[in-house]
Protein backbone atom coordinates (compact mmCIF):
# COMPACT_ATOMS: atom_id res chain seq x y z
CA UNK A 1 0.00 0.00 0.00
CA UNK A 2 1.16 3.62 -0.61
CA UNK A 3 -0.34 6.98 -0.93
CA UNK A 4 -2.01 6.40 -4.36
CA UNK A 5 -4.09 3.65 -2.63
CA UNK A 6 -5.90 5.95 0.02
CA UNK A 7 -9.39 6.72 -0.58
CA UNK A 8 -10.18 10.40 -0.82
CA UNK A 9 -12.60 9.83 2.54
CA UNK A 10 -9.15 8.35 4.41
CA UNK A 11 -7.43 11.34 3.21
CA UNK A 12 -9.91 13.69 4.15
CA UNK A 13 -9.92 12.20 7.14
CA UNK A 14 -6.34 12.46 8.30
CA UNK A 15 -6.28 16.32 7.33
CA UNK A 16 -9.69 16.79 10.01
CA UNK A 17 -7.63 15.26 12.15
CA UNK A 18 -4.29 17.33 11.57
CA UNK A 19 -5.70 20.36 11.58
CA UNK A 20 -6.23 20.91 15.54
CA UNK A 21 -2.41 20.12 16.32
CA UNK A 22 -1.28 22.32 13.29
CA UNK A 23 -3.27 25.03 14.39
CA UNK A 24 -1.90 24.72 18.06
CA UNK A 25 1.92 24.63 16.91
CA UNK A 26 1.04 27.83 14.91
CA UNK A 27 -0.09 29.23 17.77
CA UNK A 28 2.35 28.41 19.83
CA UNK A 29 5.30 29.71 17.50
CA UNK A 30 3.41 32.84 17.67
CA UNK A 31 3.26 33.80 21.29
CA UNK A 32 7.13 32.60 21.41
CA UNK A 33 7.48 35.10 19.18
CA UNK A 34 5.41 37.56 20.95
CA UNK A 35 7.05 36.65 24.13
CA UNK A 36 10.13 37.37 22.69
CA UNK A 37 12.16 33.99 22.16
CA UNK A 38 15.49 34.40 20.40
CA UNK A 39 15.18 33.27 16.48
CA UNK A 40 18.02 31.20 17.63
CA UNK A 41 16.27 29.35 20.60
CA UNK A 42 16.64 25.77 20.27
CA UNK A 43 12.72 24.92 21.42
CA UNK A 44 11.58 28.01 19.34
CA UNK A 45 13.44 26.13 16.31
CA UNK A 46 12.10 22.96 17.16
CA UNK A 47 8.67 24.21 17.57
CA UNK A 48 9.38 25.87 14.06
CA UNK A 49 10.37 22.27 12.31
CA UNK A 50 7.52 20.75 13.88
CA UNK A 51 5.16 23.11 12.50
CA UNK A 52 6.77 23.30 9.12
CA UNK A 53 6.63 19.45 9.01
CA UNK A 54 2.83 19.66 9.82
CA UNK A 55 2.13 21.75 7.66
CA UNK A 56 3.63 19.76 4.58
CA UNK A 57 2.21 16.46 5.51
CA UNK A 58 -1.41 18.70 5.67
CA UNK A 59 -1.02 20.02 2.48
CA UNK A 60 0.15 16.69 1.28
CA UNK A 61 -2.85 14.93 2.65
CA UNK A 62 -5.14 17.53 1.09
CA UNK A 63 -4.25 17.33 -1.74
CA UNK A 64 -5.16 13.70 -1.78
CA UNK A 65 -8.42 14.32 -0.99
CA UNK A 66 -9.08 16.86 -4.01
CA UNK A 67 -10.15 15.97 -7.01
CA UNK A 68 -7.72 16.61 -9.98
CA UNK A 69 -4.43 17.32 -7.47
CA UNK A 70 -1.55 15.60 -7.17
CA UNK A 71 -1.36 12.58 -8.69
CA UNK A 72 -4.07 11.48 -11.55
CA UNK A 73 -6.30 8.42 -10.16
CA UNK A 74 -5.72 4.77 -11.39
CA UNK A 75 -8.55 5.13 -13.88
CA UNK A 76 -7.16 8.10 -15.39
CA UNK A 77 -3.69 6.72 -16.24
CA UNK A 78 -3.27 6.42 -19.69
CA UNK A 79 -4.39 2.94 -21.25
CA UNK A 80 -1.04 0.38 -22.35
CA UNK A 81 -0.30 -2.81 -24.51
CA UNK A 82 1.19 -5.78 -23.41
CA UNK A 83 4.79 -3.68 -24.45
CA UNK A 84 4.14 -1.06 -21.99
CA UNK A 85 3.55 1.40 -25.11
CA UNK A 86 0.84 4.21 -24.68
CA UNK A 87 -2.43 3.13 -26.70
CA UNK A 88 -4.05 6.38 -28.10
CA UNK A 89 -7.55 6.31 -27.20
CA UNK A 90 -8.46 9.57 -29.86
Known amino acids: MDRTDLK ?7 SQALF ?8 LRKRMVEM ?5 DKLY ?10 QQLSVE ?9 GNPSKKEKPEQDSAGTQIDSS
Open 8 to 14: KSQAKQI
Open 36 to 40: GFPPN
Open 61 to 69: VHYLSCDGV
Open 20 to 27: PKINYLFR
Open 45 to 54: LLVCKAYDAM
